[in-house]
């Protein structure tokens, strides 16, 4: 029955999707016209986006309550089930909801219709036009979600499991009983890492119903921008906390050593997170200066175009990865249809409303590329251009041959060689725009902001290019010595100048741009006192771009300059002692035990080796890495080791045993990684302060400052 109820929920959730549509359109015709009835239309619409939103709840519920109790009767739940035992199986259990493709589209259904619903409540005491077209924009994806999730039986959620596989007992049976979920997805951060992606993606619809609603009412005032930021803001914050945890499962669960390897589905999360950042720092100016009105329409377009592109590379089986979902046709197609009409639907209503939407600022134009109007347009194009060819060489394998790269799987090499010179070029223009004033910037008034900042500077400059040359480059000069693959990775990115350049250069805009981020603060807090929205939004940005300067200075450690060293540890199972220890840099790793345990649920054996780690001769604590073996599929897991110093981390894997029973190992010396990780909190934390931030007493909007008129320098 439980299968039923679960179509049952569908067949509601899309025929309240498809009232909703029709009322709410209705009351548009309506409203124009100025009839008497068109209110009752409109509420009854937005009743029914309430109803939708409740009835795919209920699906999800469902799927949950299958999950948590065992129930098997739902052939998704079989194959997407978790037999952990642990502590943490009520999370992986949960879970289950989004580790496959019918499921996690149920949950991006779901999550459209909360944020529809929310924008119901927060609009039902002064509705607008405005907003009622942009329910009917979000509603209209939302259908496609649910038409495909309901007509496409590759996709249905709720398909009954064949009753051949199902016991007495209830449990399943035959090749049935080796369903189940993906064991490298049983870690905290992969079950967390999804969903927070999921709640980015579907609240970025919001923004994108928003543009399009302001062109189909012809509003071009700050209204719609000032009614989507928060939901830009949040989803933004969202998708920086699911790329981050991401990284943590990638780095401890993966086994590689590293957290970001240009995966085709690490790039999807990536695509919408550059154009996100274009279309904030849009809606600043168009909040503040009343320009980039058109520029802002086609971001928005363009970043939830990106949120569906990142899908499409997903589920669509174009590109290959380990992340990715099995390749299904009819998603291929919705995905691309989506890409395609939000591109269009922005364009022509651009195209449509040319004559009167944006003109009072002429296309965006700025009097002085001196200034900050300047330095946000360059920081927007830098962000779309570098999205814009991540997306086509991440699709390069997929693309005919006669192209660029056409046909050709591109290493993360590739990838570096532009990101880095390209990351470091962006850092420095967010570094310089602080330092900028609104129209055009007055000579001395910048001399005057960049001094201190520039001495604060070049003193942190100072400290770290010691660190630079007493650890960084002796362990670029080790790998190269060394020889190997090592040392040919590093030679495909140029010669040692170059190469060791692009660090020296990229730690001198970190410091910069950390520096000039703290000043701006106090620049703001001093002109501001009264002001406190507009002081707590100045501190969320500067919290946010001293985190991206932490960030870049544990890139350029943790991703140029690893010291890694694979090979063999000897072991004498009769004695059970090992022939040698294994040095790397300053740490050398002395065998000290192994164990072999198996979990509870019977069915997962965990091989650990247990080493003493010395540096320097002296005795820091011991590292337990090991391989996880599930029986039933013969999956393998590596769980990797960790030990954190202020400055690196000292990585184990153990891969497991040779021919010759010797261990096999993977150690590397990550510098500077906490940064990294410390870098996204700060990120995070400024993106909250600025969401949150408030007015003191009484909320007052925001007018645009006239373009003719002086403003302080504020991000």
């Known amino acids: 029955m439980l299968p039923f109820f679960g179509l049952i929920g569908l067949l509601v959730a899309f ?267 849009s809606f600043t100016v168009y909040r503040k200066r009343g320009a980039f009105k058109r520029w802002s329409v086609f971001c928005a377009c363009l970043t939830f175009s990106f949120v569906i592109l990142g899908t499409f590379i997903t589920r669509s089986g174009l590109v290959e990865s380990v992340h990715a979902f099995e390749g299904d046709p009819v998603s291929l197609v919705l995905f691309l249809a989506l890409i395609v009409l939000s591109l269009v639907a922005g364009v022509a209503g651009l195209v449509i409303r040319r004559k009167t939407f944006g003109v009072a600022t002429e296309g965006d134009d700025f009097d002085s590329m001196a200034s900050k109007e300047a330095a946000y347009y360059i920081n927007n194009l830098i962000m779309i251009v570098f999205a814009v060819l991540l997306a086509y060489m991440t699709l390069s394998s997929a693309l005919p041959s006669f192209l660029p790269f056409g046909g050709q799987a591109l290493t993360a090499g590739t990838y570096n060689a532009i990101a880095r010179p390209l990351g470091i070029l962006y850092c420095l223009l967010i570094a310089v725009c602080s330092l900028l004033g609104w129209g055009k910037t007055d000579p001395a008034t910048l001399r005057k902001n960049a001094l201190v900042p520039a001495i604060c500077a070049v003193a942190l400059f100072a400290v770290l290019m010691f660190y630079f040359v007493t650890t960084l480059y002796p362990a670029y000069e080790a790998t190269m010595a060394a020889g190997g693959t090592g040392a040919m990775t590093l030679a495909e990115y140029g010669p040692s100048w170059y190469y060791n350049g692009l660090a020296v250069v990229g730690l001198a805009v970190a410091s910069l741009l950390f520096f000039n981020a703290v000043f701006m603060v106090v620049r703001v807090a001093s002109k501001m006192k009264k002001n406190a929205r507009a002081l707590l939004s100045a501190l969320g940005g500067g919290i946010a771009h001293t985190g991206m300067a932490v960030v870049l200075v544990g890139l350029i450690g943790s991703s140029m300059y690893v ?103 993977d150690v590397r010396v990550n510098p500077l990684i906490l940064f990294v990780w410390a870098g996204f909190g700060l990120i995070m934390l400024g993106g909250l302060v600025a969401m949150f931030a408030k007015r003191a007493g009484r909320a007052r909007e925001e007018e645009p400052v006239k373009l003719a008129e002086p403003a302080a320098a504020e991000a």
């Open 15 to 281: 025929a309240a999707i498809i009232i909703s549509l029709a009322c709410l359109g209705v009351a548009h015709v309506g409203c124009q016209k100025k009839a008497s009835w068109w209110e009752t239309f409109e509420w009854g619409g937005r009743v029914a986006v309430v109803v939708g939103a409740l009835a795919l709840t209920f699906c999800c519920a469902l799927l949950v309550y299958c999950f948590m109790s065992g129930d098997n009767t739902i052939e998704y739940v079989a194959h997407s089930r978790s037999d952990d035992t642990s502590s943490m199986a009520w999370l992986y259990k949960l879970a289950g909801l989004w580790a496959g493709r019918e499921g996690s589209l149920l949950f991006w259904a779901w999550l459209i219709g909360v944020f529809n619903a929310i924008v119901v409540f927060a609009t039902r005491k002064a509705s607008r036009p405005l907003d009622d077209a942009a329910i009917v924009v979000a509603q209209l994806v939302l259908a496609a979600f649910v038409g495909v999730l309901l007509f496409s039986e590759s996709n249905m959620p709720f398909t009954a499991t064949d009753p051949s596989y199902i016991g007495e007992d209830g449990q399943l049976t035959g090749m049935a009983s080796m369903w189940g979920m993906n064991t490298l997805l049983e870690h905290w951060a992969m079950a967390i890492h999804p969903p927070t992606l999921f709640i980015g993606y579907a609240g970025l619809t919001i923004p994108f119903a928003y543009a399009i609603a302001a062109l189909i009412v012809d509003d071009d005032s700050s209204a719609w921008v000032k009614t989507s930021t928060p939901y830009v803001m949040f989803s933004w914050l969202l998708l920086s906390a699911g790329i981050g945890l991401g990284s943590v499962w990638a780095y401890v669960v993966l086994g590689w050593g590293g957290y970001w390897g240009w995966d085709p589905v690490e790039n999807a999360s990536l695509l919408p997170w550059l154009v996100g950042v274009a279309l904030i720092h």
């Open 563 to 665: 010291t890694e060293v694979a090979g063999y540890m000897p072991y004498d199972e009769a004695t059970d002692t090992a022939g040698k220890t294994f040095v790397v840099d300053d740490y050398e790793l002395v065998y000290a035990d192994n164990t072999i345990e198996m979990a509870e649920n019977g069915d997962d054996i965990m091989y650990t080796v247990i080493f003493d780690v010395y540096k320097d001769g002296e005795f820091i604590e011991q590292v337990e890495p090991a391989v996880q073996l599930v029986q039933t599929t013969q999956q393998q897991k590596l769980v990797a080791d960790v030990i954190s110093f202020a400055t690196e981390d000292l990585f184990v894997v153990y891969r497991g045993v040779n021919a010759e029973g010797a261990f096999a190992l």
